[in-house]
């Protein structure tokens, strides 16, 4: 049997023979960092689309390589037999040499004389024309020569025949390039057809009869003032899957049980003592397996997780497989290490510029990083995730993101499994405005007062809210917030007030922050316009100047409810999620510092009773 390496040289001496001259291109980067229309390679042809339009190549007309591809747009299909977003393209290009009667009868030896698939599994399907471009007949009566009965040659229109890097013709923006193209699926004659994908079973049927293992684009148009017009120079592009293609040599359906995923799966089970053969769990398994090679693959082209293009969406990546690794192993959060070392790892060692030995360590410290990051919010999310209502989710995706570390997309996943599908435009604008708003506190704007964003610092801040209110509770509402000072030690406050409060006034305000603590109110915020905060009566600074959007936080209770919460200030941020993270504080110090104003001290853990200067 022809094993993934024994393909890996087929393909090569194949395409180089001295019959076919073909040059060997080394594959383009995975991570694109100049390009600014795309932030991966995602297919071969890629690097190309200078030489496809009449620049030369300095190898020549006649190019093959094997090039790592990402398609994050495929996320959602992850979990089926087939797809992956991480894959390798087998690829082999004419730069204006030869066409359809060369390529056509070249692609089909290769499958059947040099991988010896069987010509009765393997069907072929052909573009069926549009307005603008004719049927492609020509294709047609190449495979016809070659033996190709009809009941094996299917015609498509644009949707599935039709290749462009923007997909169908009427998607093309000017300058874009593309063409027909000519597709070869293999059958698995042993998956019986599920009729739920429609009557009859056909090469682009989803029920898992068919697999595609090649695409030969004829690019040979390009859109132009919005039309289709014939390009002087007439290219090809071959692009077929790796696994894809292992798995039919395998006669193997599911891609996971090939050689290139075996051992992943393998160490999958092993850490979470799950079965691949479970129903229940293949489907996570399958995820997290395609989503760690995703991650090996970005962090060995330097990508570290963040909040920003390719780093978000490594971080995207590593989270949901974290998602899925703690729905397995039902909360616990164990290390993906030996996942990542004995199977993705060990599977590429020496391809495509993984050097196991030499790149573990820095993939286990960028993967525990994020890791370690997100594991403190992730068991604290899913829960405050499973007590939301259906018609909650959508308004609260921005909170589970700001306050647990929650992409979009896992949000959207977790409620699309409740049956609540979430629409992003929410999300969205809420990111935007608290971009807004966190550019404001860090250029000083909002003077939040705090030395830094430390856990316990943002612990005191929320304690703040908390003592603001009930100084206004025990005190009145002549107190005012008029100042404060955080540090990882204590927190200092300034309000207004004109008189010295007792002793038992100061206790009162004492027992109540820590009873709500006890209670342990979520802590969130909402963005809403500043008038709708006015009305609902949530605390601002007089001094500040607030734009027609605040952020209003809200300890208990919502802006739906406002009557539930117990604080509702204009702020900034950053909060911790529940007071219950506070944990008991004490009051040490209150202190007259000008007419009308008072100092307070406060701390976590009660050490002293508090000293009174006035
Ligand atoms: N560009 C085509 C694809 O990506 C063929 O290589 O499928």
């Known amino acids: 049997m022809i094993n993934a390496n024994d393909l890996r040289r087929k393909f090569a001496d194949y395409w180089s023979s001295k019959k076919l001259g073909h040059r060997e291109i080394p594959p383009a980067p995975l991570v694109l960092k ?39 747009t ?49 069907y072929i399907s052909v573009f069926s024309g549009t307005k603008e471009v004719p049927k492609d007949l020509e294709s047609e009566l190449i495979w016809k020569k070659l033996g190709i009965s009809d009941d094996h040659i299917f015609f498509y229109d644009a949707t599935k025949n039709w290749w462009s890097r923007s997909g169908p013709p009427e998607k093309m923006p000017d300058g874009e390039i593309g063409g027909p193209d000519a597709e070869v699926f293999y059958e698995f004659t042993d998956v019986p057809h ?97 989503h760690l090679k995703v991650a090996v693959f970005l962090i060995i082209e330097g990508i570290v997780p963040s909040n920003k293009e390719h780093g978000y969406i490594l971080r995207r990546y590593l989270r949901r497989a974290a998602v899925k690794m703690h729905q397995l192993t039902g909360g616990l959060t164990p290390s993906f290490d030996q996942i990542l070392d004995r199977g993705v790892l060990r599977v590429y060692d020496g391809i495509q510029g993984i050097d196991r030995h030499k790149q573990r360590s820095l993939i286990f410290q960028v993967v525990n990083r994020e890791m370690e990051r997100f594991s403190e919010s992730l068991d604290r999310g899913l829960k405050h995730f499973t007590k939301l209502s259906d018609n909650q989710m959508e308004a609260e995706a921005f909170n589970l993101f700001a306050s647990y570390g929650f992409p979009f997309e896992i949000t959207a996943e977790l409620a699309k499994q409740r049956g609540v599908m979430i629409n992003k435009i929410t999300f969205d604008e809420m990111y935007k405005t608290h971009q807004k708003l966190s550019r404001k506190v860090s250029s000083g704007m909002f003077k939040g007062g705090l030395a830094d964003h430390s856990e316990q610092v943002i612990r005191y801040h929320t304690a703040t809210h908390l003592l603001h209110q009930s100084l206004r509770d025990v005190l009145g509402d002549e107190v005012r917030q008029e100042g404060s000072n955080i540090t990882g030690e204590r927190l200092r406050f300034d309000f207004s007030l004109s008189r010295k409060p007792s002793d038992e006034e100061i206790k009162k305000v004492e027992e109540i922050i820590n009873q709500k603590i006890k209670e342990a109110l979520p802590a969130r915020f909402e963005i809403m316009p500043k008038e709708k905060a ?61 007419a009308n104003l008072i100092r307070i001290y406060l701390i976590q853990h009660p050490t002293s009773t508090p000293d009174v200067e006035f």
């Open 74 to 122: 495929d996320i959602d299909e992850v979990g089926d037999n087939r797809h992956t977003c991480f894959f390798e393209m087998m690829g082999n290009w004419s730069l204006g040499d030869y066409f359809k009667e060369e390529q056509i009868p070249w692609m089909w030896d290769f499958f059947v004389k040099e991988l010896e698939l069987s010509k009765s599994k393997l």
């Open 194 to 290: 599920d009729k739920k994908f429609g009557e009859n079973c056909h090469p682009n049927c989803d029920c898992g009869r068919f697999l595609e293992i090649g695409n030969s684009v004829f690019i040979q148009y390009q859109k132009n003032n919005g039309k289709i017009i014939e390009m002087e120079q007439k290219n090809v592009d071959y692009g077929g899957g790796f696994e894809r293609i292992l798995s039919a040599i395998n006669d193997q359906p599911d891609m996971f049980k090939t050689e290139l995923f075996i051992d992943i799966v393998k160490e999958i089970e092993e850490n979470t003592s799950k079965k691949y053969t479970d129903p229940l769990s293949i489907q996570a398994i399958r995820i997290i397996a395609d």
């Open 34 to 72: 100049e390009d600014p229309t795309t932030l991966f390679t995602s297919s071969g042809m890629q690097q190309l689309v200078p030489n496809l339009t009449g620049s030369p190549h300095p190898l020549g007309k006649r190019l093959y390589n094997i090039q790592p591809c990402f398609r994050a």
């Open 534 to 594: 006015d009305q609902i009566g949530a605390l601002s600074f007089f001094k500040e100047k607030y734009g027609d959007k605040v952020k209003v936080y809200f300890i208990g209770g919502s802006s739906d409810n406002p009557g539930l919460s117990y604080s509702k200030e204009f702020c900034g941020g950053p909060h911790i999620a529940n007071t219950s993270e506070i944990g008991p504080i004490k009051i040490t110090k209150i202190k007259k510092i000008g």
